[in-house]
């Protein structure tokens, strides 16, 4: 059984731009290394050709640094706390040539062994750096659920992005450990599953500002309280056979929270302070399968089709600042059978307490796994409910409407 690891990081960030005055010239600011301890901060950023001198803002727009070194030690921080600037590069003219907002963060005593992450936004990209993960060769990058790249380093730049886009990124690293085995009394290789998720949001406004507008119109950096709520459905085998004389895939996997493969996903993220929420929802394709003479699934990929997302809701009811209540509905058709039944279905009341608390009052189809989950302000994934159709003795068939629901009640 894989052990999950999962750390959730929640930014939002309003970037203002001003304007820009050497857009075509290709040179933009980047801060590349950032040093850290409880009380300070050292910035170091690369040499634009044209800057004359650089500038060093704080999130209310004070002027921290003024000058042509491409350092500054920020001193007397408060430990554990994040940060937010605003770099900037000005030509002989005083024109703005470039800048960049960075987010990052002091070190606390009691966190040295969490994942560190800094954001960094400019007019042409969104880099995220995050701290080296021991044993893990390689990260896999998801953007909005679906992925992106691979990379061997702690580091990703993304250029393909657009102002007043909001985007949700999704790092993900693999470690192989050893453990012990007692039913075979063997030591065997596990996979530990290390996983960031990070909410960016840019909002373009006033692009065409004077400097001395620009300098005083910085956003404040919002780590609001946040919950996060993910309800999944997978398939536990590689494939399954079906009664219409075919194999799907799966999914491959036992429950996790954090799992990469599913086949429907719902994120929900409730934020207490501006008494507002995100939703999100995914669906993978659907694969068919040949079956072999003697009745196992074979190899051949005959056909892929994916179900789509319109069959999930999320009925807000209200939000204050210490509750939320939602309803919940889900009702998504195998994509080979669009028609007719048996789609997954599941639908619920949903009340969720920024104290911790959470309830759930519904009923689901009895097939496949359906596993829930809560996060409170970026800690890890707490299980509120899991279905095993295999110990409750369930198949494929029950997702006709002729056989019964499990109902759900969750207090906890």
């Known amino acids: 059984m894989k ?21 075509s010239s290709g040179d933009y600011i980047e801060v590349y290394l950032i040093e850290k301890s409880e009380d300070s901060l050292r910035l170091t950023w690369k040499q634009i050709s044209k800057a004359k001198k650089y500038v060093l803002y704080d999130n209310r727009g004070k002027v921290l640094y003024e000058g042509n070194e491409r350092e500054f030690i920020h001193k007397n921080l408060t430990s554990g706390e994040m940060y937010e600037y605003v770099l900037a590069a000005f030509d002989k003219d005083e024109q703005l040539l470039t800048k960049m907002n960075v987010i990052t963060n002091t070190l606390h005593p009691l966190s ?34 679906k992925p992106m790249v691979v990379v061997s380093q ?24 050893k453990k012990s085995d007692k039913e075979k009394d063997k030591v065997v290789e596990d996979e ?34 946040v919950t996060s709520y993910r309800n999944t459905t997978f398939i536990k085998p590689a494939k399954i056979s079906a ?18 493969t599913y086949r429907t996903r719902v994120d929900l993220s409730i934020y207490w302070q501006d008494r507002t929420y995100g939703f999100s929802k995914y669906t993978s394709d659907s694969i068919r399968y040949n079956k072999n003479d003697n009745g196992t699934c074979g190899s051949t990929e005959l056909a892929r ?12 009811e209200w939000i204050t600042s210490s509750e939320a209540q939602f309803q919940i509905s889900h009702s998504v058709g195998l994509p080979f059978l669009m028609d007719v039944p048996p789609n997954i279905d599941y639908s619920y009341s949903l009340n969720i ?3 911790g608390v959470t309830y759930i009052n519904g009923s689901h189809d009895q097939y496949p796994w359906h596993e829930i989950y809560r996060s409170d302000n970026g800690g890890t994934w707490k299980t509120l409910y899991q279905f095993n159709p295999d110990a409750a003795g369930t198949n494929v068939k029950y997702l006709f409407p002729s056989y019964p629901n499990k109902k759900i009640a969750v207090s906890k």
Not at 12 to 18: D, Q
Not at 136 to 142: D, E, F, H, L, P
Request: aromatic share 12%.
């Open 243 to 260: 009664p219409d004389g075919y194999c799907y895939g799966g999914d491959n996997r036992d429950f996790s929270a954090s799992a990469s």
């Open 3 to 23: 052990k999950v690891v999962s750390l959730t990081i929640s930014v939002v960030l309003l970037l203002f731009l001003g304007t820009i005055t050497d857009g």
């Open 353 to 355: 307490q920024k104290s």
């Open 192 to 225: 530990k599953n290390h996983v960031i998720l990070i909410s960016a949001k840019q909002v373009t406004d006033k692009r065409n500002m004077r400097f001395e507008e620009f300098s005083q119109s910085f956003s404040t950096l919002a780590v609001e309280p």
């Open 305 to 316: 089709k994916n179900a789509g997302t319109s069959g999930i809701t999320a009925v807000k």
């Open 154 to 177: 702690s580091e990703f730049k993304d250029f393909n992005v657009s102002f007043g886009r909001e985007y949700m990124y999704i790092i993900e690293g693999i470690e192989k450990v």
């Open 112 to 145: 040295n062994d969490s994942v560190k992450v800094d954001m960094f936004f400019n007019e042409r990209m969104i880099k995220i750096d995050w701290s080296d993960i021991p044993n893990v060769q390689s990260y896999t990058v998801y953007r909005d659920g």
